[in-house]
């Protein structure tokens, strides 16, 4: 079984994109153009700008705050493989795990901030004993996804 979540951090763009797009309208047609009049709704043009400044920052680093990372998931060949890297206003690093599903120990999952960050640790037997890689954020995942990532890591190995 082979999938990734690009549509969900492809859409996450989009609609950074589009916010990046509409507070920059804001700001062009009250300061520069000067065409929206002031107070509205009883706000003044400062207040309006520090409330959507306040909610596009807030928008932007959501992602970055919650660990959405791209993930990229296969269990085809005689390998389980996750590649993936942090998605948000600043990328991160391409990872990738790889582990001979013979060489499959297991996973811990951790969750977080109120179940909103949600991460699995992977484990592989070796000769010297089992290592642990680094966690691998599945905030971004969607519960299909999660159930899908989960029933093909039972298959190999029993939780630990």
């Known amino acids: 079984m082979t999938f990734d979540n690009s549509k969900t951090i492809i859409s996450l763009r989009i609609k950074l ?3 990046t797009v509409i507070i920059l309208a804001y700001i062009v047609l009250t ?6 009049k002031y107070p509205l709704l009883g706000m003044s043009d400062t207040a309006w700008t520090l409330i959507l ?3 596009y ?4 680093l959501l992602p970055m705050v919650l660990n959405y990372q791209y993930i990229s998931f296969s269990d085809e060949g005689e390998n389980i493989v996750f590649r993936y890297f942090t998605s948000g206003i600043i990328g991160g690093r391409k990872n990738s795990i790889e582990i001979n599903k013979n060489g499959f120990s297991g996973y811990k999952t951790e969750n977080r ?5 949600q991460s699995i640790t992977l484990y592989q037997r070796f000769q010297e004993g089992v290592a642990k890689y680094p966690p ?3 905030s971004a995942l969607s519960k299909e996804e999660k159930s899908k990532l989960f029933r093909s890591l039972n298959q190999y190995s029993a939780r630990e």
């Not at 300061?31 to 929206?36: D, E, G, R, T």
């Not at 920052?57 to 932007?60: C, D, G, P």
Request: hydrophobic share 70%; glycine share 12%.
């Open 17 to 19: 994109f589009g916010a």
């Open 136 to 138: 691998v954020y599945l």
């Open 113 to 117: 901030f109120f179940g909103l960050i």
């Open 31 to 36: 300061y520069i153009a000067q065409i929206l």
């Open 57 to 60: 920052f807030a928008y932007a």
């Open 53 to 55: 400044l306040g909610l």
